[in-house]
C-alpha cells in the first residue's frame, strides 16, 4: 500500500525558494515513478515535474523549467520539489503522485498515468 505524505509548503516572497518533500509511509516493495502536480482553486491540476523510479531521468513543466528541481536518491527514498525564484503564479497546493514503474527510466506527465496522491501542501508566494 502506498501512502504519500508530502510537506515544505509555507509562505515566502517572491523570489524566495521552498523545498517539499514526499514521503511513502506505507510499505511496499515497488519502486515507483513519481510526479508533482499543482492546483490553484477554479483551475485544473497541472503538471509540474516528474522523475523516473531511478532518479535517472526527470522531466519539467515549461513553465517551472530552470527554477524548479526534482530529485531522489534512489528508488524508495523521499522525493523532492526544490523551488526557486518562485513567483506569486506559482501559489498552489502541490501534490506529488506515484506509479509503480517497471523501467528505471519510465516517467509520467498525465494525471491519469498515476496511481496514488498525496493531500498536497500549500504553497503561497507573496509578491
Known amino acids: 500500500q502506498v501512502h504519500l505524505v508530502e510537506s515544505g509548503g509555507g509562505l515566502v516572497q517572491a523570489g524566495g525558494s521552498l523545498r517539499l518533500s514526499c514521503v511513502d509511509s506505507?510499505?511496499?516493495?515497488?519502486?515507483?515513478?513519481m510526479g508533482w502536480f499543482r492546483q490553484t482553486p477554479g483551475k485544473e491540476r497541472e503538471f509540474v515535474a516528474a522523475i523516473s523510479w531511478s532518479g535517472g531521468i526527470t522531466y519539467y513543466a515549461d513553465s517551472v523549467r530552470g527554477r524548479f528541481t526534482i530529485s531522489r536518491e534512489y528508488a524508495k527514498s523521499p522525493v523532492y520539489l526544490q523551488m526557486n525564484s518562485l513567483k506569486p503564479d506559482d501559489t498552489a497546493v502541490y501534490s506529488c503522485a506515484a506509479r509503480a514503474a517497471n523501467s528505471g527510466i519510465t516517467y509520467y506527465i498525465e494525471q491519469a498515468q498515476y496511481d496514488y496522491w498525496g493531500q498536497g501542501t500549500q504553497v503561497t508566494v507573496s509578491s
Open positions: 506505507g510499505r511496499t516493495s515497488r519502486s515507483y515513478a
